[in-house]
Each structure stands twice: as structure tokens, then as C-alpha cells.
């Protein structure tokens, strides 16, 4: 099975950031990779597929680079409504697994 | 608009049974290959199975194979996941979500497996 690691696993920011989060896959899944948002409570969110094109209806501050093995989410100004958790997923080959999550809190 | 409502989840002994439904609405089921995703409480997303368009495709993660089986009815827009041989690990809010990637997703519905 596919291994995703992310990083890091918690990340304390303020409202106009910058922020990265990175996704490491264990062997090459080329740009078969998604992002999703997940606040407590709710459904987890699609926010983008295909490693970096944007899901219709996200707000274009969040953007997603890589191919093979890493890749990256960034979030070009954080707004109050961004603090979640988010997750990348392989959809490379069966199981299409889950990174850990990355908890995106307030500073 | 894109609905996906879960039910059948709940209260359930280990080594038992539940089957979990989904119905789908607002876009055409029949197109669409279907997931269950789970979450155990406070943990992170576990994908579980995915089905696709017509049934023939059947994948399942590896903590469930041979326990759990998912199915459809196009005819009643209906997803199912029956889950047997149930484990105190399998205890998490289940979700189904629509496609590849999941574009659209329900609820959920909590299982808790406890004696």
C-alpha cells in the first residue's frame, strides 16, 4: 500500500499567513493526488485533485504543486474560515489512502 | 443540488452485523462510482470501498476485506455497505462520497462497536 506522510502534523498561524502543508508519498503517484478541508464536526471538503487543479466553487488563495512524490498545498493569505484540518488522498492505486491530516490552528 | 444522506448506523455487539445505506440525489447515480470513508473519533480519514458505475469494479481497504461488502441499486439511487464480523476498531462515523476523487460527500453515520 501507498504511505502518505504529511507535515507538519500541527501548524499555529495567523489571519493573513502564508502556509504550507506538504504530503510525501512513498513511491511515485505522478499527479494522482487530492486535498480536502475538514472542519469538526463536518464532512470533509474537496479541495483539489489532479495535485493542482482547483475544485469549482474553492477560493483560488488555496493552491496545490508536485508530481511523484511531493507535494504541496499552500494557502496564499489565511482567512478566519481556513482554520481546519485538512488531509491529501492518493488516488493512485487501491486503497486510496489517506495522509494523517494536518490540524491548522489560530495563533 | 448534489444530497447524499447515510443512514443504518448505531449501537452493535463485536461479531455483529450492521448494513449501512446511502441515498443519493440531485445528480444521476447511475454515472457515478461511489466510496465509504471512515472516521474513528478524534482520529484522521480511512478510506474503506469504493464501487464503481455498474458494479463491476469492487475495491476494499485491507482492515475490512473479507468482513465488509459494498453494493448499489441504481434503481433506488442507493449505496450500501454490510459490515459483518464487526470490531471494537471498526467504531467511526462512516461516510459515502461520490467519484474519484470524492467530490461530494454525506454526513455520515456513527457505528459504535462495543459490548
Known amino acids: ?107 | 443540488e448534489v444530497q447524499l444522506v447515510e443512514s443504518g448506523g448505531g449501537l452493535v455487539q463485536p461479531g455483529g452485523s450492521l448494513r449501512l445505506s446511502c441515498v443519493a440525489s440531485g445528480f444521476t447515480f447511475s454515472t457515478y462510482g461511489m466510496n465509504w470513508v471512515r472516521q474513528a473519533p478524534g482520529k484522521g480519514l480511512e478510506w474503506v470501498s469504493y464501487i464503481g458505475s455498474s458494479d463491476t469494479t469492487i475495491y476494499y481497504a485491507d482492515s475490512v476485506q473479507g468482513r465488509f461488502t459494498i453494493s448499489r441499486d441504481n434503481a433506488k439511487n442507493s449505496l450500501y455497505l454490510q459490515m459483518s464480523s464487526l470490531r471494537d476498531e471498526d467504531t467511526a462515523v462512516y461516510f459515502c462520497a461520490r467519484g474519484r476523487p470524492p467530490d461530494s460527500w454525506g454526513q455520515g453515520t456513527l457505528v459504535t462497536v462495543s459490548s
Open chain 1, 1 to 107: 500500500d501507498i504511505q502518505l506522510t504529511q507535515s507538519p502534523s500541527f501548524l499555529s498561524a495567523s489571519v493573513g499567513d502564508r502556509v504550507t502543508i506538504t504530503c510525501r508519498a512513498s513511491q511515485g503517484i505522478s499527479n494522482y493526488l487530492a486535498w480536502y478541508q475538514q472542519k469538526p464536526g463536518q464532512a470533509p471538503k474537496l479541495l483539489i485533485y489532479a495535485a493542482s487543479t482547483l475544485q469549482s466553487g474553492v477560493p483560488s488563495r488555496f493552491s496545490g504543486s508536485g508530481s511523484g512524490t511531493e507535494f504541496a498545498l499552500t494557502i496564499s493569505s489565511l482567512q478566519p474560515e481556513d482554520f481546519a484540518t485538512y488531509y491529501c488522498q492518493q488516488l493512485y492505486s487501491y486503497p486510496y489512502t489517506f495522509g494523517q491530516g494536518t490540524k491548522l490552528e489560530i495563533k
